[in-house]
């Protein structure tokens, strides 16, 4: 059984998945990052930016899911393997040391992953328009963490916008 693998997929499904399985352990980093800051996070504004936290590694988790889902859809595994994770990973699991580190470290995974899923979707481009689609949803919910954590650092007196 080929699931929805026809005669006129134009992809390549084995490097269809692994560019998935890339995507899943970059997201799988994504939730243990923000899942730490969530409760590493400390000071006067905490539980604002511990619930903007705790709302993106819940949205990360989200994605994970269906990429998972879409391997699975492809014929494939998903690597779920503990061991070379944050290799297999996009972006890195960095710690930060005081919350406005946590902020500017989910930034900059933010931004290695918009540009990882831009790369992806065209890739996939018109060869699994399917695939294409979950990555362009996924990638606009990455914009928006990406600009939810621009406007944190903002409120908490830390200039961004124009940075790299």
Known sequence: ???????????????AVDILNAALATELVCVLRYKRH?????GIYKDAVADEFAEHASQEQEHADMIAERIT?????????????????????????????????????E????????EMIRFFGDNDPTTRRMLEHILAVEEEHA??????LEQHGTAVRGEA
């Open 38 to 42: 969530y409760y590493m996070c400390r």
């Open 147 to 152: 600009n939810d954590m621009v406007d944190l």
């Open 73 to 109: 859809q492809l014929g494939g595994e998903p690597n779920f393997n503990p061991e070379g994770l944050a290799t297999r990973s996009h972006s890195e699991y960095r710690e930060g040391e005081s919350m406005i580190d946590m902020i500017k470290e989910n930034l900059v995974a």
């Open 111 to 118: 931004r290695v992953a918009i540009e990882s899923y831009r």
């Open 1 to 15: 059984m080929r699931g929805p693998i026809t005669s006129d997929y134009r992809g390549d499904v084995k490097q």
